[in-house]
């Protein structure tokens, strides 16, 4: 049975107080944190550099993913790396130099990820798959909080499972109770939520544990059935 992680992306965060709420997702049970970077010209969105996931790093003993959805994110990884970054993830759409940059993640002494567009096939992951610790499917095109989740999205989730029958795959945007299920069962074993979270109306912990209820069939990392 595949174990399931609930990743908290700070997008939707109250950044006037990120320490609190980062220390409200981890004491509710968030597995990790993630870090939404967006650079205004791969996303038409800016938002946050290495400094912010330094703070997250004071705050919290969680892993911490930093989302590159940022042009050539090769220029960027070693300050991400420095700054604490667990793992980084980045855009297949964004490099042309996409194995060297997967090398120096790694080189660097962080998890190698790498995201994909919905408009992306799967195809063009094919050869990179062998070198990266997991596959993030895009279930909106990236860019700001609070969008739909893209209906067709576990089609292409189940698909890519098939190529991939033992890597992490994470799922990111309009991911909470109701389409969290739908991730899940057709292969997602990490799951980003930000504002299902941090835009939660009853709060943060109330956010996750809606979450965790939706997929209570699912056991979490180390709640293993056996
Ligand atoms: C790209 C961002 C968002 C964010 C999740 O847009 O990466 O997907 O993490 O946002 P929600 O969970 O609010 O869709």
Redo the contacts with the bound molecule.
């Keep these: 049975m595949s174990h399931v992680e609930i990743v908290p992306?700070i997008?939707?965060a109250d950044v006037g107080r990120l320490a609190d709420q980062v220390r409200e997702a981890e004491a509710a049970g968030a597995d990790r944190i993630?870090v939404?970077v967006m650079d205004g010209h791969f996303?038409p969105n800016l938002t946050f550099g290495p400094l912010v996931v330094e703070a997250v790093r004071r705050v919290t003993k969680l892993p911490i993913e930093a989302?590159l959805?940022v042009e050539r994110p090769e220029l960027f990884i070693k300050a991400f790396a420095r700054a604490g970054a667990t793992l980084i993830e980045v855009q297949v759409e964004a490099t042309t130099s996409l194995y060297r940059t997967v090398q120096s993640i790694k080189e660097l002494g962080c998890k190698a990820g790498v995201a994909i567009n919905p408009a992306t096939s799967l195809e063009d992951l094919r050869e990179i798959l062998p070198y990266i610790d997991l596959v993030n499917v895009?279930t909106?095109?990236?860019?700001?909080?609070?969008?739909k989740f893209i209906t067709h999205s576990p089609e292409k989730i189940s698909r890519l499972r098939a190529m991939v029958p033992d890597m992490e795959i994470e799922v990111?945007?309009?991911?909470?109770a109701r389409t969290a299920p739908l991730a899940v069962s057709a292969g997602a074993t990490v799951l980003?939520?930000?504002?299902?979270v941090f835009?939660f109306k009853q709060g943060v912990a109330a956010g996750i544990k809606a979450i965790r209820q939706a997929l209570a069939p699912f056991p979490r990392q180390g709640e293993g059935l056996d």
């Design positions: 992306s997008l939707s993630q939404d996303v989302h959805m895009m909106v095109e990236p860019g700001f909080g609070g969008q990111d945007g309009g991911i909470d980003v939520a930000g504002s299902s835009a």
